[in-house]
Nanobody
Framework: QVQLVESGGGLVQAGDSLRLSCAASRRTFSSYGWFRQAPGKEREFVAAISGSGGVSYYSDSVKGRFTISRDYAKNTVALQMNSVTPEDTALYYC?????????????????WGQGTQVTVSS
């Protein structure tokens, strides 16, 4: 069992940067992912990082703007968001992978945080 707590969300303007953090209750070597859900839309994949931290994955909509990273010493996973746009407005979730499914498929994630709200004004 892993508890995940996200932080760092807030209200920013288009073009700004924001850094989200996810704190895990214990150290794991699972892959981690960030997902987001905007009002009226399905939860979608944003980024993921492998268990070793050596490989990262991004959705096309954030590639080149967002960076995922992990700190094993602090049991945290971060999402650096640069050049944000109003389309990035959503509730952002951190998740730890379980078994099966693809890296971008939310069904493959066993543990989820409660989410942190990101709102980008134009």
């Amino acid at each position: 069992q892993v508890q995940l707590v996200e932080s760092g969300g807030g209200l920013v303007q288009a073009g700004d940067s924001l850094r989200l953090s996810c704190a895990a209750s214990r150290r794991t070597f699972s892959s981690y992912g960030w997902f987001r859900q905007a009002p009226g839309k399905e939860r979608e994949f944003v980024a993921a990082i492998s268990g070793s931290g050596g490989v990262s994955y991004y959705s096309d909509s954030v590639k080149g703007r967002f960076t995922i990273s992990r700190d094993y010493a602090k049991n945290t996973v971060a999402l650096q968001m640069n050049s944000v746009t109003p389309e990035d407005t959503a509730l952002y979730y951190c998740a730890a992978r379980g078994m099966g499914w693809g890296i971008s498929d939310l069904r493959g994630y066993a543990y989820w945080g409660q989410g942190t709200q990101v709102t980008v004004s134009s």
